[in-house]
């Protein structure tokens, strides 16, 4: 029997495995996919390794959130490349450019420089994300029904609060230009908008060689505290006893018997495989089977020309429209709007390799080149041809604020929404899981979240949620 199985190997299945296992519980992992990671899988293509959704991180630096937390899952040895302390982010509004500098000091003199009428607003701001920053361990003790409070920064929306405090309306939109970052719609959360704009302020750090790292050592430091992980091992369903889930069911028919089980899942498809759970109530089940997803993203990995593109080091976040909050929601038969345009840290040398285009994309987009009998690379000509197009518009959008960004491309790959969803199981191939996060960890009985769908998204939110999830089953956070 096992003390926990953890249904799906995303960063959060995998962190709460390296923490229980870490602690001397038997732990499973069971992946439905041939490959573990979830949202931080590479791909190699052309000799050339991409990555599918992990970009960049913040709070890197000695001392500050993730470098703590990835210090206690072993992951700091890993090759972490610093970004351009002086403007790790570059916004393009208006085709005017506002650099990103880390360190809140240095952010709030760039911006009133930028913005010498907004002094008051822009300090304000500013006080706001260091306050949240320097403070993100509270949330290990706060109480969901503080989270939730009238007031707090989890009930508060961005958009409304960015309305109401910034006047400046070209000043509200670069402090947003941050995106595709985090899903900006009306319903994101101030916590989530302030959390994860201020960790980048923090420090901002690339990965040498991408994401997966992340997953192979997590994945062998489970394995050697006594953890198991089993892929292509999709779960079918759960099987109760005397109210708690007693037996995870594969699809395979195999079976296991387990004290606890964690998801990593979305809850459309924990409810899928708890159809037959009593103890959940057929309300919830309803709940949280249509909870609205957040946009998905189209993407061009480019593999450039040799020593045809100087590497950049700092990421470029272009925006043509004057509303940056209303770009998630463009449809795909318009020119792309907005980009956010990533350099991968070359192997050697000062010239790039390969870089990394992204958009916003709806789900309707795409749904109607997605049946039952379809698959990735056999969805006939008219989806080859509506990625081309997009392909080539982001391509064009791109090589205005990147000089020569076109002439550099050797080769390049395009996935959309329906992509991520196939190879990442991410429902509706949403690009930061529902958009409504439910910030409590246990669901009923002996079943528990975990994952982007839970409190907050991206690494550090993942990784925060992972440590809140394992205090219900280990009674305490280890030391961070």
């Known amino acids: ?49 991409f990555d599918t959704g992990f970009h960049y991180i913040g709070g890197l630096d000695k001392g500050q959130p993730l470098q703590r937390i990835f210090e206690y899952f072993n992951l700091m040895q890993l090759p972490w490349h610093k970004l351009d302390t002086q403007g790790f982010d570059e916004v393009f509004y208006q085709e005017k450019s506002y650099l990103f500098k880390n360190g809140y000091d240095n952010f709030k003199a760039q911006m009133v420089e930028y913005f010498p009428n907004d002094t008051e607003n ?51 939109n670069v402090l947003s230009g941050v995106s595709p970052k985090l899903p900006l719609t009306e319903k994101l959360p101030l916590y989530h908008f302030v959390q994860i704009n201020s ?13 997966m790292q992340i997953v192979e050592h997590l994945a062998s430091d489970i394995q050697k505290f006594g953890g198991e ?102 449809s795909a038969d318009e020119n792309p709007k907005c980009a956010l345009v990533s350099f991968a840290v070359p192997r050697n040398g000062d010239f790039a390799e390969n870089v990394d285009l992204l958009t916003p994309m709806l789900w309707k987009d795409v749904e109607k080149f997605d049946s039952l009998v379809s698959k990735p690379g056999h969805r ?32 390049f790959y395009v996935s959309t929404p329906l992509t991520y969803r196939d190879y990442t199981s991410t429902a509706f191939g949403s690009a930061y899981g529902i958009l409504q996060k439910m910030p409590v960890q246990k669901l009923a009985s002996n079943i528990y979240w975990t994952g982007q769908n839970i409190g907050l998204h991206g690494i550090l939110g993942v990784s925060m949620t992972a440590l809140l999830t394992c205090r219900f089953l280990t009674g305490d956070i280890p030391e961070i």
Not at 17 to 39: D, F, H, T
């Open 229 to 330: 992980i089993l892929t292509k091992a999709k779960v079918e369903k759960l099987i109760e006893n005397s109210g708690a889930v007693s037996i995870v069911e594969l699809s395979d028919g195999r079976r296991f018997e387990v004290k606890n089980v964690i998801s990593n899942v979305h809850p459309r498809e924990l409810m899928r495989i708890s159809e037959e759970i009593s103890f959940i109530r057929s309300a919830q089940k309803r709940r949280y089977s249509n909870l609205e997803n957040s946009f998905g993203m189209f993407t061009v990995n480019i593999k450039l020309k040799d020593n045809a593109l100087k590497y950049l080091n700092r990421n470029i976040y272009i925006h043509e429209s004057s509303d940056i909050w209303s770009e998630g929601f463009q």
């Open 199 to 211: 960790s980048f302020i923090q420090s901002a750090y690339r990965l040498k060689g991408g994401g």
């Open 122 to 172: 822009i300090g304000k701001f500013t006080a706001l994300l260091k306050d949240v920053g320097e403070n993100i361990f509270e949330a290990f003790s706060r109480k969901q029904e503080d989270m939730l409070e009238e007031g707090s920064l989890f009930s508060t929306g961005a958009h409304s609060f960015m309305m109401g405090n910034v006047e400046n309306s070209v000043l509200r």
């Open 380 to 411: 006939g000509k008219e989806y080859e041809e509506f990625k081309q197009k997009k392909a080539e518009q982001l391509i064009l959008l791109a090589d205005k604020y990147v000089s020569g960004l076109k002439n550099a491309v050797d080769k």
């Open 1 to 49: 029997m096992y003390d926990v199985a953890i249904i799906g190997a995303g960063l959060g299945g995998l962190e709460c495995a390296y923490l229980l296992s870490k602690r001397g519980m038997k732990v499973l992992v069971l992946e439905q996919n041939p490959i573990i990671g979830g949202c931080l899988q590479t791909f190699r293509r052309a000799n050339t390794t």
